[in-house]
């Protein structure tokens, strides 16, 4: 997670992408949660490979999640933008015994066994335009065989998430250290395909596990939009989004809306699809399918398709409007 995020600007420009709160919580607290609800196991360790120049605060944020799942949480360092290998081989000290590794900017929804016999797991999710992914092959018993990158020609509709599992992931880190010392670079980085691509040339078993919904946080459209899915999947879960001191005067909430501690909505109807934090103040507006950050003033509005940063204030006619943290627009 140690990109800048440059395309969900100029929420980034405060924050890294991953730590932005999609549903009242963020995108990688909500990305470990899921795995570890796949894996149904104890979890030793979480490495979170950053950039240095995120601080202080962001790492303590980071430890305080992996802690919270009863996990140690440890800080690297990928402070020149090299590739998804390279990322991996940051956190080298801590790549031994079977590992999940991610790309922190995705979210989510899986339901499925994890074949523990396999090599590794490739998570994978049926996609209408294969052309734009990269996608597995797989053979007649179900393995996978090949990853092809933006196939030209039909492979298969199954595309790679970025989500991998390996029984013992200090194969891969000595495959993508042979990668490093050999300087086999694609695309001007060094790249996890390579390395996975050396084990199967060496027999070892991939199989695909195939997730029910994966959704982007890439750009402020997208990003609002997975902010609505995930709120429609926790409220179908029966889980309560709704803070208990919220102050209701003359409004109304239409869920699935996450609405945080100390919010006062005064003559304003709030959602579908809306999530509001902590300490906000919305007054005579309507806002729907938004994401809206902490300590925010809105008043006079009509907002949808939205992203709002933090300590920010809006007072506009403007409807689908993108405002970063502290910033004023009225």
């Excluded at 799942?69 to 998804?84: D, F, K, V």
């Amino acid at each position: 997670m140690a990109g800048r995020g440059s395309r969900l600007r100029p929420h980034t420009l405060t924050i890294p992408k991953p730590l932005i709160p999609i549903a009242g919580k963020p995108i990688v607290h909500r990305l470990v949660e899921d795995i570890a609800g796949v894996l149904g196991q104890e979890i030793e360790e979480i490495a979170f490979i950053i950039h240095e120049s995120f601080g202080q605060k962001v790492e303590e944020d980071l430890i305080a999640i992996a802690e919270k799942l009863g996990s140690r949480g440890t800080i690297y360092y990928q402070n020149e933008a090299l590739g998804t290998g390279h990322a991996i081989m940051c956190a080298k000290d801590s790549l031994s015994g079977p590992a999940v590794i991610a790309y922190a900017d995705t979210l989510i929804r899986a339901d499925f066994d994890l074949d523990q016999t396999a090599d590794s797991v490739i998570w994978v999710k049926q996609v209408d335009q294969p052309e734009a992914f990269g996608v597995i092959n797989l053979n007649e018993a179900n393995e996978i065989v090949e990853l092809v990158e933006k196939p030209k020609e039909f492979v298969s509709d199954l595309a790679v998430i970025g989500i991998y599992y390996f029984k013992d992931v200090a194969v891969l880190k000595n495959e993508l250290q042979y990668v490093l010392d050999n300087n086999i670079i694609n695309g001007g980085e060094y790249q996890i395909n390579d390395g996975i691509k050396q084990m199967m040339a060496k027999g070892m078993k991939f199989v695909p596990g195939e997730v029910d919904a994966w959704m982007d946080c890439g750009n402020k459209d997208v990003t609002v939009e997975t902010n609505g899915r995930m709120l429609n999947f926790l409220h179908n879960d029966g889980e309560h989004l709704v803070a208990y001191d919220v102050v209701l005067d003359n409004a109304t909430i239409i869920p699935p809306c996450y609405i945080g501690k100390d919010v006062i909505l005064k003559n304003t109807t709030v959602g579908p699809n809306v999530s509001l934090g902590d300490h906000s103040r919305v007054t005579d507006s309507h806002i729907a399918n938004s994401l809206i950050q902490t300590h925010v003033h809105i008043k006079n509005a009509k907002l949808d398709n939205a992203m709002i940063g933090n300590h920010a204030s809006f007072d506009g006619n403007f409807t689908s409007v993108s405002l970063g943290d502290y910033s004023v627009l009225e």
